[in-house]
């Protein structure tokens, strides 16, 4: 079976494009890659999904505007992705996330973009969307969804191994011998540094983490930071930028006078993204950790990722699994998709703290009417990674 995920994360930067081919081996699952590439947002995109974002207000308009924009160019990345792999029997589509509503630790609705029709018009293909809220109308945080790819693609490990997101906002997946996978926000990973390279430079991201390479940790910016509830919040939890904005960042800015020189800022939020992960890493009592995302990119970041890993953890990247580093999440959507094709839950309670698994995802069909096989007696219990 040919599936292609879609995924465009926290960063806001464009779509993220998989291809992949499953078949099913007994208790294997067996992915063999097939092409992945990414579709940036322009500007006037980029502008328009920030223009909905907290802490800034909206109207009905602007949100059903941005639907219908978000939908076509997920379709112009869904038709990539179709070339990509030749064919495909199935898309699935994360859309765009602009609210996850959280209240009293609580997930209590989500909503993401990218009117799911508009692909299924250009393909001809059965598009799977919405795949948050059946999570969280079962009792989950509806996030993250990730951890089910991590925790086939790590099974039957003789240690205690992690898997790290390091998107927007920094997750990570605990697979361990003899215990129910757990995962969970951490906090920020690229949402405050993008906001902050923004703020400073008016440019997207910091490139290779060259301000903050320039820069000095500025600890009383740190403590601040560090004094945030999230992080002390037991799991499940969930978070993304209804919490770590811009606003958030010049809330904290204000309270220190003067303020740290631009370069300094951005090193400390590297600093604070590196302690928060390696808390968790440690926490878990973690042998490996594999890590993915954007921030991969970041060697600053990574840098003192290792540091504080020592000799307690070793760090690689998603790459030497054959999952590349900036296409993991689109992969691990492709993935759900198979899962619910197959009637199979898509969630972990274990992660998502909901009352049971939910098959995840609303369905549009293609150009033929929509026609799912019978579902699945048994789960996989492995993912294998095929070059």
């Known amino acids: 079976m040919r599936i292609i995920g879609l995924m465009s994360g926290t960063s806001h930067d464009g779509v993220d494009i998989a291809a992949a081919a499953f078949d099913r081996d007994g208790d294997d699952l067996r992915l063999t890659p097939l092409g992945a590439r990414s579709l940036p947002y322009d500007d006037e995109l980029q502008g328009a999904i920030a223009g909905v974002l907290p802490p ?11 639907d219908t924009l978000l939908g076509k160019r997920f379709a112009d990345a869904a038709a990539a992705g179709v070339e990509l792999a030749g064919h495909a029997d ?15 630790g609580q997930a209590l609705g989500t909503l993401q973009l990218g009117a799911p029709a508009w692909i299924a018009a250009r393909t001809g ?30 099974a039957e490990s003789g240690a205690a191994r992690a898997a790290l997101n390091l998107g927007g906002i920094a997750n990570l997946t605990v697979v361990a011998p003899d215990a129910a996978p757990v995962g969970y926000d951490i906090g920020p990973a690229n ?22 390479a320039r820069g000095r940790v500025h600890e009383d910016l740190l403590r601040l930071l560090l004094a945030e509830p999230f992080y002390a919040r037991p799991a499940p939890k969930s978070t993304g930028k209804e919490l770590f904005h811009g606003g958030y960042l010049t809330a904290r800015l204000a309270e220190l006078h003067p303020a740290p020189p631009p370069d300094d800022v951005l090193a400390t939020l590297t600093e604070l993204t590196a302690l928060i992960v390696a808390a968790e890493c440690d926490r878990h009592d973690i042998g490996e950790v594999i890590a993915a995302g954007g921030g991969v990119r970041n060697p600053v970041l990574m840098a003192r990722l290792r540091e504080f890993g020592g000799a307690r953890w070793r760090l690689r990247t998603s790459d030497e699994l054959g999952v590349p580093v900036q ?12 899962l619910s094709w197959h ?21 549009t069909p293609g150009a033929a009417p929509l026609r799912l096989p019978p579902p699945a007696v048994t789960p996989p219990r492995r993912l294998r990674v095929r070059a």
């Not at 059946?134 to 925790?151: T, Y």
């Open 327 to 338: 296409a993991k999440e689109a992969y691990a959507f492709a993935l759900l998709g198979w």
């Open 90 to 104: 199935l898309i699935v589509s994360h859309g765009q996330t602009v609210f996850h509503w959280i209240s009293g």
């Open 191 to 212: 949402a405050l540094l993008d906001a902050a390279t923004r703020r400073f430079y008016d440019e997207p991201c910091d490139v290779d983490g060259r301000h903050a």
């Open 56 to 66: 800034g207000g909206t109207t009905i308009e602007q949100v059903c505007r941005l």
């Open 125 to 154: 293909v059965p598009v799977l969307s919405d795949l948050r809220g059946a999570d969280i109308a079962a009792g989950g945080q509806g996030a993250p969804l990730v951890p089910v790819f991590d925790a086939l693609l790590l």
């Open 343 to 363: 009637g199979l839950p898509g969630a972990l309670p274990s992660v998502t703290g909901a009352r049971a698994a939910a098959v995840l995802g609303s369905w």
